[in-house]
């Protein structure tokens, strides 16, 4: 349903992770400090178009607006 997709990534000690779209509704439990995150735009089209049921711009802005795009440098950007 959403545009935003996982991202698995290798950290420092060679250990996978794999970091998962966030959004207003679950932030603070999802987003990680390590992963730079960018807003998907197709979920941002996709909520504009399907404003008028009400659920679709709710799940994707509320669960799943910025997805994860590549690991912070060692200068925290």
């Known amino acids: 349903?959403?545009?935003?997709?996982?991202?698995?990534?290798?950290?420092?000690n060679g250990k996978k992770f794999t970091a998962v779209p966030y959004g207003?509704?679950?932030?603070?439990?999802?987003?990680?400090?390590?992963?730079v995150y960018q807003i998907s735009s197709g979920n941002v089209i996709w909520s504009i178009i399907g404003c008028e049921t009400i659920v679709v711009p709710v799940v994707l802005v509320g669960y799943q607006l910025w997805e994860p795009v590549r690991l912070k440098d060692k200068n925290g950007k």
Not at 1 to 12: G, I, L, Q, R, V
């Open 24 to 35: 207003i509704g679950n932030e603070t439990s999802v987003k990680l400090d390590t992963v």
């Open 1 to 12: 349903m959403s545009c935003a997709e996982p991202k698995t990534f290798t950290d420092n």
